[in-house]
């Protein structure tokens, strides 16, 4: 099964995105234990101011969606920390915690109960937090645990 994948995605507003899922290999050690693949999740901005309204964020959410109904994998989603548009309200939040939150907000209204975006905040003495989302369908709830527990071995 070939889980790489490259979706392009331009919206109405005339932004082009590209969404990549590319599995996974030799990140990290993974024990025995955890026997689901893991695809890493990219949506980059190719051009456009980077303004998204609510039509591009369940597009998005969409091809995410879509992706997991024909993969049993879980998803790795890391948010950056590149500048982007926030609010007033929201002015305060680092980048990576605006997308995380924005992310979060996105695919759990539009994939609903069968699907689990479980975020992971990662605190680093040199970087400050890491926004990490591990998305799967429910089935892979164990597997996910798993996952993290992996991943919070990287706190410092």
């Known amino acids: 099964?070939?889980?790489?994948?490259?979706?392009?995605?331009?919206?109405?507003?005339?932004?082009?995105?590209l969404v990549?899922?590319?599995?996974?290999?030799?990140?990290?050690?993974?024990?025995d234990t955890i026997?689901?693949?893991?695809?890493?999740?990219?949506v980059s901005l190719i051009n456009g101011?980077?303004?998204?309204?609510?039509?591009t964020l369940f597009h998005i959410a969409g091809i995410i969606k879509e992706y997991l109904d024909n993969n049993d994998v879980v998803l790795y989603c890391y948010c950056d920390r590149g500048g982007i548009l926030k609010s007033e309200k929201r002015?305060?939040?680092?980048?990576?915690?605006?997308?995380?939150l924005l992310f979060s907000a996105m695919f759990n209204k539009?994939?609903?109960d069968n699907y689990i975006n479980h975020p992971i905040i990662i605190e680093d003495n040199v970087y400050g937090a890491?926004?990490?989302?591990?998305?799967?369908?429910?089935k892979n709830q164990g597997?996910?645990?798993?996952?993290?527990?992996?991943?919070?071995?990287f706190k410092k």
Not at 35 to 42: A, E, P, S
Not at 91 to 100: A, G, N
Not at 143 to 153: A, V
């Open 1 to 17: 099964m070939d889980l790489d994948r490259l979706v392009p995605l331009t919206t109405r507003d005339g932004h082009h995105y």
């Open 20 to 31: 990549k899922f590319s599995l996974m290999t030799g990140i990290i050690d993974l024990p």
């Open 35 to 42: 026997n689901v693949q893991i695809v890493d999740l990219v």
């Open 49 to 55: 101011d980077g303004i998204n309204n609510a039509s």
């Open 91 to 100: 002015s305060s939040m680092s980048p990576e915690e605006f997308r995380s």
């Open 110 to 112: 539009k994939a609903g």
């Open 130 to 138: 890491h926004y990490i989302h591990l998305i799967s369908t429910r």
């Open 143 to 153: 597997q996910i645990e798993m996952i993290e527990n992996e991943l919070l071995k």
